[in-house]
Each structure stands twice: as C-alpha cells, then as structure tokens.
C-alpha cells in the first residue's frame, strides 16, 4: 500500500453514467484485479475503484455515477489533485491462466478485465473476453479489448447489440484454460454455476478503510474468514461460500 | 518540548494510541510507517471465542464520519496470543493494550487473565460498551453495577492496569465511571461509539445489515469532549479520551477536557498515517499554545 497524490489527466463519460479517468502518479503498485481507495473533499470514507489499467505513471479507473462521491469524481476536471491509495486487494493470479484464458466482465466488472488482458496477452496466451451489458448504450470499451489483440465478444440482455442474453450464454460451447471474472454478484453465481474449471472471482462489498483494519468487507470463506479488501477482492472458486 | 505522558504508571512517548477496532494488529499500518512513534495502540477487541461478526454490509457512510456493525469479529483469545500477538510484537516493540470484550462477567475475566500474561500487553481495556453485539458489550455498560461486577471480576484475576472503556449511550456516564473506580479501575476510557443508523432512500431499508451500528469521526468529537470533561471531573483515576479525534488540536483539547492519552479510532480508516501525522505536527500546535509539556494541560479546563 502507497498513499499518494495523482493529478487528473482526463476525465470522460463513455456512456451516460459511466466515466474514464487518468491520472498521473505513482502506480508501480497497480496491478490487474486490485484497486485504489480515493479521498474526495468533504466525503468521508474514501472511494474504492478497480484499476483499469496502469502504466509509466499513467492510472486508469473506469467507474459508474451512483451515489454522491462518484458524481462528485465525474465532476472533477484535469490538474485537479486527489490522496489515493494505490497496491489494494490481492489481484488476479495470472500464473493459472494457462494457454486460452477466458475473461468475463459485466457492467463496471469490465474495466478490471482490461489490464488483465493486457498482461496475460503480452505473456503470450490467447485471451478470450465475454464484456456483458444490459443494453447497447452501455458498451464501453469493446474497441480496446479488441486493439489488445483479445477475441472479445459482447452480450446485452436486451439483444440490441452483440449476442442476446448474459455472459454465461456467450460462454456456453467455449473452450478455455481458465476463468478471470468481475461483475455483480448475480453474474458471478451463474458464472461460478456454469463454468468448467478452475476459475478467479472478484467480489465487491461496502468497505470502510480498504486495507485490511477495519474488518468492515468481511465474507464467510471455504478456508475461513477473509476480508475483501485485504485478502480478496479475488477468491479463487474452490474457495467460495454463498450465502 | 515533552510530548510524555504517564498512562497507570507506564510512560508514554506521547498520548497518541490508535483506537482498538482501527488498527487490527498493528502490521497493515507498519506497511507504511514505523508504528514504534507512537504512544501504544489498542488492538482488535478480543473475546474468548472466536467470532465472525455481524452480516455485511457493516459499513455507512455519514456526514463528517461513519456507521460501523463489525460486531467484534476476532480470532478469539488463543489465537490472539498464538498468531497474531507474535507478528505484532515484529513491528512494535512497546507495551502493547489489549482490548477485551464479553458476553459474561466469566468471559471477561477469562480473557483479560490470559492476555494479563502476556509480557508485551501494558494494560488491559475493558470494553464494556459495544454497541454491536446484542446480549454482551454494551449491556454491561449502561448499568453501573454490571459495569461494577466485571471490573471486579477482572481485577481480582489480572496484575495489570485495567481501564474500562465506557459507553457514550447511557443517561449519565458519571455514575457509570465512579461505579468502575469504586470497583477498582485503574483507568477509564471514553467514548465508545454512539448508536446511528442511516436509511437507504431507495431500498427503503436500512443501510447496515444489522440496522443500527457504531457512529464515529469528526462528528461526535464535541460530544467526546464533553463526557470526557465531565468524567475527569468525577474521578481521581486517568481518563483517556477518544471520539472523533483527528488532529493535534484535537489532541489537545481532550487533554484539556481532562484526558491523560488519547486514542484516535475513525481517522486511521481514512488516512492511514493520521497517528503519525498527529504525533508529528504536536510540537507546533504545542508551540502555538505555549505548551512546554503535554502532561501540563492535563485537566487545565
């Protein structure tokens, strides 16, 4: 954990609530499936957001508007200044990805995909990415996964873009190595039901420091009591107890 | 300058102790800076058995502070000494407070007997005012006889200073405390965190799991600077102050009210070098008050 200042480079809407922000800063932390803690002026607890992507002291975080801090960040503008905490959460563990990953995205669970893809595809595997939206005005960032080089595939449940249906229809037929996955916990119980394998969830919960202190984020586990923030927000599937 | 302070009869550096409950074992925070500046810290509120707590979400958002419903969760008292007392004693190498918590006058005696023994514990805080966990903590706070009865209890089978943490949630904390020194506290501390509750607009439900939960931060430091003011003024044991405290100012102002050490809960969460930060910037603010030695302004009010 670093606690750092970063300068906002850009800050745009790539659909109606949801924004991409890139800051410049330290982020040598930074990696795929872990997150930064954000202090906003006059909002107490800090803002926890997935890491897009992070390079040469370049950060970029992808978020949605759904309370006041988040509308707040959607307001800020380049050369504002924000206190983050960067190297939260335990990440993805890229070494089980094998030769033909498969990365599965819903929603505001997409963006950690990204830097994920990213580096499992520069270590050489074939990535394939399901990225799943309610509808078509939701897309973001299909176009980048696919620059990476990723055989990328989009659902929407409506069926106005892409394969109609969820995530876990695309996956249905698919070969893969192994699962990465990121998205609400709805998705993440059929994907965790339907898939084949091994596989890596990230989980989301209401945290209070988001570095391990608190035990505010706590979930029941197969090996015991974890904390989402300090030892997950990824759990390994074998290791998932719902509730 | 002296930044000393005496806490039952053991020296502190300085005042400054992060607040059990957010500080866990101390090594998320030796992360990041030496926790050795500080005066001690307060570990994770240790009960017999182990517990996992209360449903989440445990956490709310509020003006100028928080909600939390952790409901004690601890790898309970063996583990505590087995695995987490030895990585502790790694990063920080001062008398450590163990904070102890119960669900019977038996638990709590039992706990506090078996961390008495342990070398690196300085002094025992009995929590005695949770106000997560029904049927324990808190209950025995709100009455001065129960709060007597475990401060007995606990004296009779420990060698080391024991301070009873009260609860802000009662109609008169003064009573409570002297019921505690009269049962022979060696130390009172205060406040534990005020009952809250935030609603969800648009589930219509409460935000927390468990409804209700502790308030913190900024907010409520008025309400710490008055109970601890009026606690000092009551009883001839050492206080220690704690409530929203995030600033040497504030720092100040609780030794002031009456308070010996200050403990700093809520602003670790936000700012995790917040303690250092403090501890750094007291012999300004000591300077701008005409301050020689912290341990002067002691009950000045």
Redesign the interface.
């Known amino acids: 954990m670093t606690q750092s200042v970063f300068t906002i480079k850009s800050n745009i809407a790539l659909t109606e609530s949801v924004y991409k922000m890139t800051l410049s800063g330290d982020c040598s932390e930074c990696r795929p499936g872990g997150f930064v803690n954000i202090q906003l002026t006059g909002r107490f607890l800090r803002r926890p957001i997935s890491v897009c992507d992070a390079y040469e002291n370049t950060l970029v975080i992808i978020y949605k508007v759904v309370g006041k801090g988040t509308e707040q960040m959607s307001r800020m503008q380049p050369g504002e200044a924000l206190d983050i905490l960067t190297g939260l959460g335990n990440g993805y563990d890229l070494s089980k990805g094998g030769s033909h990953p498969l990365l599965i995205g819903g929603g505001v669970g997409v963006p950690p995909m990204y830097m994920l893809a990213k580096e499992l595809i520069a270590g050489g595997a074939e990535v394939s990415v399901i990225l799943g939206f309610n509808t078509k005005e939701e897309i973001f960032y299909e176009n980048e996964f696919r620059a990476l080089g990723a055989d990328v595939t989009v659902t929407t449940v409506d069926g106005s873009y892409g394969v109609q249906g969820f995530v876990t229809d695309a996956a249905k037929g698919m070969e893969y190595t192994h699962v990465f996955t990121c998205g609400p916990e709805p998705m993440l119980r059929a994907v965790y039901k339907s898939i084949k394998g091994d596989g890596q969830f990230s989980f989301e919960e209401r945290m209070g420091c988001g570095f391990g202190a608190c035990m505010g984020c706590s979930c029941k586990t197969v090996t015991g009591y974890k904390r989402i923030c300090k030892d997950g927000p990824v759990l390994r599937k074998e290791e998932i107890l719902w509730d | 300058m002296g930044l000393n302070v005496n806490l039952c009869g053991i020296e502190l550096d300085n005042p400054v102790i992060p607040a059990s ?4 074992y101390g090594y ?2 030796a ?2 800076y030496d926790i050795n500046v500080l005066g001690t810290f307060s570990f ?1 509120g240790t009960t017999k058995d182990a517990r ?2 209360n449903p ?11 909600i ?1 419903a ?1 409901g004690l ?1 601890n790898p309970g008292v063996d583990k505590v000494i087995s695995e987490e007392l030895p990585k502790l004693s790694k990063c920080f190498n001062k008398k450590v407070m163990a904070n102890v918590s119960g669900f019977s006058v038996e638990d709590y005696a039992y706990t506090c007997a078996r961390l008495d023994k342990e070398e690196q514990v300085g002094w025992l805080e009995v929590n005695v005012s949770c106000p997560n966990v029904h049927g324990g903590g808190m209950s025995f706070g709100t009455d001065p006889s129960a709060a007597a009865e475990v401060t007995r209890a606990v004296k009779a089978v420990t060698t080391k200073p024991v301070i009873i943490k009260l609860s802000p949630n009662v109609t008169d904390i003064v009573s409570i405390a002297k019921a505690c020194e009269e049962a022979g506290a060696d130390g009172i501390s205060l406040i534990n965190t005020l009952l809250g509750m935030r609603i969800d607009l648009k589930k219509r439900a409460p935000v927390i799991a468990n409804k209700m939960g502790g308030f913190s ?2 907010a409520i430091f008025p309400v710490a600077v008055r109970m601890v003011y009026q606690v000092a003024n009551a009883v001839d044991i050492p206080v220690i102050g704690m409530g929203g405290v995030s600033s040497a100012e504030d720092v100040i102002e609780m030794m002031m009210a009456g308070a010996c050490a200050v403990e700093v809960g ?1 602003a ?6 917040a303690c250092r930060d403090i501890i750094a910037d007291l012999p300004r603010v000591m300077k701008k008050y005409g301050i020689e030695n912290l341990s002067d302004i002691i009950r000045c009010v």
């Open positions: 409950g957010t500080f866990g998320e925070f992360e990041i994770k996992f707590g989440t979400p445990r956490i709310a958002e509020c003006a100028e502070g928080m939390n952790v969760q931060g900024r809520a670790n969460l936000i700012n995790p070098t």
